[in-house]
Nanobody, 123 residues
Framework: QVQLVESGGGLVQAGGSLRLSCAASGRTFSSYAMGWFRQAPGKEREFVAYISWSGGNTYYADSVKGRFTISRDNAKNTVYLQMNSLKPEDTAVYFC????????????????WGQGTQVTVSS
């Protein structure tokens, strides 16, 4: 079992930055690939970024590539999403997920999810 709690969301102006954190409970956190997804009102959950269990492999959606950075600290059971140059279209609830196998950009590969944290970017 892995429990996930996201934090760090908020209201920011376009061009600003936020860093999201996802704290995990459980001794097996380091064996899970982790992903960040987001969901805007009336839209499906969409992939943002993932990171392998070791941190050696990362992948980003084209819409955030070059602006967002995913990282993890297995000693702290935490995964991060540094978001720079934010745009109004980044506004969404951001979720982290834990996948027991290889990292994926498909939501159904993830067994555990947090409750989400709201990110709002004003123009």
């Amino acid at each position: 079992q892995v429990q996930l709690v996201e934090s760090g969301g908020g209201l920011v102006q376009a061009g600003g930055s936020l860093r999201l954190s996802c704290a995990a409970s459980g001794r097996t956190f380091s064996s899970y690939a982790m992903g960040w997804f987001r969901q805007a009102p009336g839209k499906e959950r969409e992939f943002v970024a993932y990171i392998s269990w070791s941190g050696g492999n990362t992948y980003y959606a084209d819409s955030v590539k070059g602006r967002f950075t995913i990282s993890r600290d297995n000693a702290k059971n935490t995964v991060y999403l540094q978001m720079n140059s934010l745009k109004p279209e980044d506004t969404a609830v951001y979720f982290c997920g834990a996948a027991p196998n290889l990292p994926s950009y498909y939501p159904n590969a993830y067994d555990y999810w947090g409750q989400g944290t709201q990110v709002t970017v004003s123009s």
